[in-house]
């Protein structure tokens, strides 16, 4: 019984940081010429389309994709 207690605790701790990394956004990097200083834009719902219409739009002149930064010093903008 204790060993599958620890069986389990392990699984649950490989599976919980997997689920936030399914769930979170996208973003894309925002290149020169782009308004409102933006350097990042979320793009809410995964990489589509409509989504990067929407960046586009903010005023995000779209140069990659890269991973949402959580820094203080980047001005994100959200395709929303």
């Known amino acids: 019984m204790i060993l599958k207690s620890i069986l389990f605790s392990i699984l649950l701790a490989l599976a919980v940081p997997t689920m936030g ?4 956004d996208k ?3 925002c290149g020169s010429g782009s308004s409102n200083g933006c350097q990042q834009c979320i793009l809410p719902g995964g990489d589509t389309y409509p989504n990067r219409k929407k960046c586009e739009n903010a005023g995000c002149k779209i140069s ?3 991973s949402c930064s959580t820094a203080a010093n980047v001005k994100v903008c959200t395709g929303k």
């Open 27 to 29: 973003c894309v990097m």
């Open 64 to 66: 990659g994709t890269t």
């Open 21 to 24: 990394l399914m769930a979170s």
